[in-house]
């Protein structure tokens, strides 16, 4: 038997029955946005001392109670590796927009070293969420690794914007960080295979291939991703390929096995407890950002929560998704109430 599908009166009905298909629920209703012809893309100006430029942001869902903008790590690399959201935060009713920082692969790279600044980067932010309208009563801001430092600097200027802080596999200190690595590094990683890693940083040659067939197995599915490398997830491969080294070394250093750039002393330990809003820290066992750094960072800010990942390393968004997806998203819902 044939079933026939007809427009009428703006309903879809079909001819059994003539039963109209459902409304589409609250969180897929693009009613009102400007943004459905781009699928949630928007190009956003940013004005700098070296001019204007576009950085790419993407929304998905519709809450307007909830709004979540994702900072990426790097800094230099992009949005892409954190795509693993999509699998879940739409059912949790979440509203989250994806966002490359100025230099990354989707915004504008403008070849101009003194842009690759954090106070530039924390009025970068400011800039994006006016122009994405989120304010005090809807705004939740997360930060994974680089993201999470730019996070906590975000929320020191603007926390009256804020309604909830997610600060991921980032510690408040980055001299804290190089001494907790390097402790790591001597107790976990074969002597030899350190010593030639740090020769090659030391003579920079970070670009011989060596050096990552070194990395690979003894940092990254230790310590970055505890995937082996060939069943990497693709948007991680993806990001990897896309990450600028104009910023990324500037800022970071050329060294995967500690901070070297401009952020070296970067330190907030002592103005944590500055931020009001509710915060959520993530750490993880597995991760060369110290575990009980960021739990006790937790206890340091006004009003947090601290979430461990016992099988997570820096990406435990990935190795440790069943711990790190449920108590995020339970710490928003919680914020949200």
Same mark, same amino acid.
């Given at each position: 038997?044939?079933?026939?599908?007809?427009?009428?009166?703006?309903?879809?009905?079909?001819?059994?029955?003539?039963?109209?298909?459902?409304?589409?629920?609250?969180?897929?209703?693009? %009613?009102?946005?400007?943004?459905?012809?781009?699928?949630?893309?928007?190009?956003?100006p940013i004005t700098t001392s070296k001019g204007t430029?576009?950085?790419? @942001?993407?929304?998905?869902?519709?809450?307007?109670?909830?709004?979540?903008?994702?900072l990426h790590g790097g800094p230099g690399f992009t949005h892409e590796y954190l795509e693993c959201f999509d699998s879940h935060f739409p059912g949790a009713g979440i509203e989250y927009y994806y966002y490359d920082q100025l230099g990354s692969f989707y915004s504008d790279q403008p070849d101009e070293p003194s842009l690759w600044d954090l106070d530039r980067f924390v009025d970068e932010v400011e800039q994006v969420r006016q122009a994405l309208k989120l304010d005090r009563d809807n705004f939740y801001l997360y930060g994974q690794s680089w993201g999470g430092l730019l996070a906590i600097e975000y929320?020191?200027?603007?926390?009256?914007?804020?309604?909830?802080?997610?600060?991921?596999?980032?510690v408040s200190s980055i001299p804290?960080?190089?001494?907790?690595?390097?402790?790591?590094?001597?107790? @976990?990683?074969?002597?030899?295979?350190?010593?030639?890693?740090?020769k090659l940083e030391a003579t920079k040659t970070t670009d011989d291939p060596r050096y990552m067939?070194?990395?690979?197995?003894?940092?990254?599915?230790?310590?970055?991703?505890?995937?082996?490398?060939?069943?990497?997830?693709?948007?991680?491969?993806?990001?990897?390929?896309?990450?600028?080294?104009?910023?990324?070394?500037?800022?970071?250093?050329?060294s995967e096995l500690g901070a070297s750039g401009t952020l070296e002393h970067w330190?907030? %330990?002592?103005?944590?407890?500055?931020?009001?809003?509710? *915060?959520? *820290?993530?750490?993880?066992?597995?991760? *060369?950002?110290?575990?009980?750094?960021?739990?006790?960072? %937790?206890?340091?800010?006004?009003?947090g929560r601290y979430l461990y990942c016992p099988n997570g390393s820096h990406l435990a968004e990935y190795d440790d998704p069943d711990h790190y997806f449920p108590g995020l998203i339970a710490f928003i819902k919680d914020v949200d109430k």
């Open positions: 038997m044939k079933t026939s599908i007809a427009l009428a009166g703006g309903l879809l009905l079909a001819s059994c029955g003539a039963r109209p298909i459902a409304e589409p629920q609250p969180y897929f209703d693009n %009613s009102g946005r400007d943004d459905v012809l781009s699928g949630g893309v928007k190009m956003i430029f576009h950085v790419w @942001t993407k929304r998905v869902g519709s809450n307007p109670r909830i709004k979540v903008l994702l929320a020191l200027a603007h926390q009256d914007h804020l309604k909830g802080l997610i600060i991921s596999n980032m804290q960080y190089n001494a907790y690595a390097d402790k790591l590094f001597k107790a @976990t990683m074969d002597p030899a295979v350190l010593a030639e890693i740090k067939a070194l990395l690979i197995p003894h940092h990254y599915e230790k310590h970055v991703i505890r995937i082996p490398y060939a069943s990497w997830p693709e948007p991680v491969q993806r990001v990897f390929k896309h990450m600028n080294p104009k910023v990324y070394v500037p800022m970071q250093g050329p330190d907030r %330990s002592k103005d944590l407890g500055k931020i009001t809003v509710p *915060t959520l *820290t993530i750490g993880a066992a597995h991760d *060369t950002m110290d575990p009980e750094h960021m739990k006790w960072m %937790s206890t340091e800010v006004k009003n």
